[in-house]
C-alpha cells in the first residue's frame, strides 16, 4: 500500500467483471483487517453478500453503509456536519480498538440510488473530508459498463474520477496515479 499508511487517500479501483472486483476487494479488506481498520462497504447487495462468503473470519471487522443516506444527508447538511459526523463514526470505532476505517462505495450501485449530480458533489470533496483523518475511501467503478454500455459509468464519471482520486489499486497496491504512469 501507500507507506503502509492509507488514511487519507481517496482513491478508486477499476473492475471488470464480478471476479476481478472479488480478487481485488477481498485482498484489499484483508490487509486493512490485518491493520486493525474497521471495513465500510457500500455495494449492490449481491455483490456485497458474495464478497462477504468468501472473507471468511475477515467479515467480523466489515459492516454494510448506508452511502446513499451519506450523500442525501451531505447534500442536505453540508461539508462541515457531514465531516462532523464521519469523525463521530472514527471515535466509535477507535473506541472499540480499531486503528481507522475503510470506506468501499461501488459507484453504478451508488448512481442508481441517488444521482450522477449528487454523487459527484460529493466525490469532489471526500479528499478533503478525510484529510487529517483516520478514514481512507475507495471508490470502485465498473469498467466494464463504460467499455460495453455507459449506461451508469460514462465520459463524465470518469474523467471526473480521474480527476478526483488520487490514488489507484493497481497489481494490489495502493499508487499515487502519477506512478503509473512511469
Not at 81 to 110: H, W
Not at 127 to 155: P, Q
Not at 166 to 174: P, T, W
Amino acid at each position: 500500500m501507500v507507506d503502509n499508511n492509507i488514511f487519507g487517500c481517496h482513491s478508486s479501483f477499476y473492475y471488470c467483471g464480478l471476479g476481478h472486483l472479488i480478487i481485488n476487494m477481498y485482498k484489499y479488506i484483508r490487509d486493512g483487517v490485518d491493520r486493525r481498520e474497521k471495513i465500510y462497504i457500500c455495494t449492490d447487495f449481491t455483490v456485497y453478500f458474495k464478497l462477504s462468503r468468501y472473507l471468511g473470519r475477515y467479515s467480523e471487522h466489515v459492516e454494510y453503509f448506508d452511502a446513499v443516506g451519506m450523500i442525501n444527508y451531505y447534500r442536505e447538511m453540508g461539508f462541515d456536519s457531514t465531516r462532523i459526523k464521519l469523525s463521530e463514526c472514527v471515535d466509535r470505532n477507535t473506541e472499540k480498538g480499531y486503528a481507522g476505517l475503510r470506506f468501499i462505495m461501488q459507484i453504478d450501485y451508488v448512481i442508481s440510488q441517488t444521482s450522477q449530480k449528487d454523487f459527484l458533489c460529493f466525490d469532489k470533496n471526500i479528499s478533503h473530508m478525510i484529510s487529517g483523518t483516520k478514514v481512507s475511501f475507495m471508490c470502485i467503478y465498473d469498467f466494464e459498463d463504460y467499455l460495453n454500455n455507459r449506461d451508469i459509468i460514462n465520459n463524465e464519471i470518469v474523467k471526473k474520477s480521474y480527476k478526483n482520486h488520487f490514488f489507484r489499486l493497481f497489481c494490489g497496491k495502493l499508487r499515487k496515479w502519477n506512478k503509473l504512469l512511469i
